[in-house]
């Protein structure tokens, strides 16, 4: 099992930029899927971004694109999401999941939070 560990988010201006991490705590991200995801308040869950860990294939929420991309570091076993230009509307509590498949990721991080002011 891997226990992702986020980390990064903040208070920031519209307009700026955060770059959050995705750490395995405990075992490793090759071979998986690493995706974030991001829930606002009173709003259900929605994808952001994922990445194949030993390819590097990517892929992105349509509200996301241009702005947001996510990378890997196998040296640290880590995934970073890097967001720019930053807006109100992406204010939510970021979550990083893991698992053997995009449809299948079983394992995930508590969250942190990114606040956009405007």
């Known amino acids: 099992q891997v226990q992702p560990v986020e980390s990064g988010g903040g208070l920031v201006q519209a307009g700026g930029s955060l770059r959050l991490s995705c750490a395995a705590s405990?075992?490793?991200?090759?071979?998986?899927?690493v995706g974030w995801f991001r829930q606002a308040p009173g709003k259900e869950r929605e994808f952001v971004a994922r990445?194949?860990?030993?390819?590097?294939?990517?892929y992105y929420a349509d509200s996301v694109k241009g702005r947001f991309t996510i990378s890997r570091d196998n040296a640290r076993n880590t995934v970073y999401l890097q967001m720019v230009n930053l807006k109100p509307e992406d204010t939510a509590v970021y979550y990083c999941?893991?698992?053997?498949?995009?449809?299948?990721?079983?394992?995930w991080g508590h969250g942190t939070q990114v606040t956009v002011s405007s």
């Open positions: 999941a893991a698992g053997p498949s995009p449809s299948n990721l079983n394992f």
């Open positions: 990445v194949t860990f030993s390819s590097s294939m990517t």
């Open positions: 405990r075992g490793t991200f090759s071979a998986y899927v």
